[in-house]
């Protein structure tokens, strides 16, 4: 059994370095005393960093996150700093990075006990990433070994593409980490169906972590929706309806975790002993029915 945490995270004005760090230290010191071993924060949770710019700056969309540039490898540093300590693995979410083309990519990063173990970024952009910031796409999908399983990533819009998940699943991976950024209910219940249903298709777990909250001093994070949750496949053993976990508000003031646990090695059992074998019969009859 894993205890894992999924962050709602509130969006809030962090003026200084030392005040930001100081609030990532303290959040993830709470889910580390609650007993979390991987801790996940939601997409563009690294834009929180843009707080520190000069007002007139943060308030510019291009301009945050061109702006947020040099604080990366600082917060890049912190966080490994934080999965070292405790001996935990970290996802806090991702950032836009400038890449060497020029071009800005959507990107997460993994940490564990004994430093980064890599990073995904996302491959699917929405519309407002493509038309209003100008974010490419990224290329390929990683599947990171830990100590816990061996887990990938989906940002957000990702999860509601089968065949990124399917991918993963194909590689091992029986845990998706599935950050998220959505300002509607409509936005967060896409995400959230898309994905319960790999976890369906693929026969694996998905743990998702939303922004939340109104920032109106940010024009990339303003409002925020969404609710963290644990999804597995419903079948014998697993709840009847995948949930194993969901937080209680779509959108508290403060940040707050969703604590839960997942057996993995249950997880791969419904693949062996299950009511149907999705997963399975997915390469074995999907070219003969069509």
């Given at each position: 059994m894993i205890r894992l945490a999924a962050c709602q995270y509130a969006i809030e004005l962090h003026e200084t370095w030392e005040t930001y760090a100081d609030h990532l230290q303290g959040l993830c010191a709470e889910a580390v005393e609650a007993g979390a071993r991987l801790l996940l924060?939601?997409?563009y949770a690294g834009l929180v960093l843009s707080g520190q710019l000069s007002a007139e700056q943060r308030g510019d969309l291009k301009a945050s996150i061109a702006g947020i540039q040099p604080l990366i490898e600082p917060w890049k540093a912190l966080c490994e700093s934080l999965a070292r300590r405790w001996g935990i693995y970290?996802?806090?979410g991702s950032v836009p990075v400038l890449d060497s083309d020029g071009r800005y990519r959507n990107r997460a990063w993994l940490f564990g006990p004994k430093g980064v173990l890599g990073f995904q970024d996302k491959l699917m952009m929405t519309r407002f990433e493509r038309e209003q910031w100008d974010i490419a796409a990224g290329q390929g999908l990683q599947v990171f070994d830990t100590e816990l399983g061996r887990l990938g990533i989906?940002?957000?819009?990702?999860n509601e593409?089968?065949?990124?998940?399917?991918?993963?699943?194909e590689g091992g991976a029986d845990l998706i980490l599935a950050p998220s950024?959505?300002?509607?209910?409509?936005?967060y219940?896409?995400?959230?169906?898309g994905a319960q249903a790999r976890a369906l298709e693929n026969q694996i777990a998905v743990l998702q972590s939303p922004t939340v909250g109104l920032a109106p001093w940010s024009p990339a994070l303003d409002e925020n929706i969404g609710r963290a949750g644990l999804f597995v496949p419903p079948d014998h053993g697993m709840p009847g309806d995948g949930v194993v976990a969901l937080s209680e508000e779509s959108s508290p003031a403060n940040s707050q975790w969703l604590v839960c646990e997942v057996d993995?090695?249950?997880v791969r059992r419904v693949?062996?002993?299950g009511q149907v074998f999705t997963r399975r019969d997915w390469p074995e009859q999907f070219d003969r029915v069509l």
């Open positions: 924060l939601p997409e970290l996802q806090p989906l940002i957000c819009y990702d593409f089968p065949m990124l998940a399917r991918r993963l699943a950024c959505t300002d509607t209910e409509a936005g219940h896409r995400v959230r169906i993995l090695e249950e693949r062996r002993e």
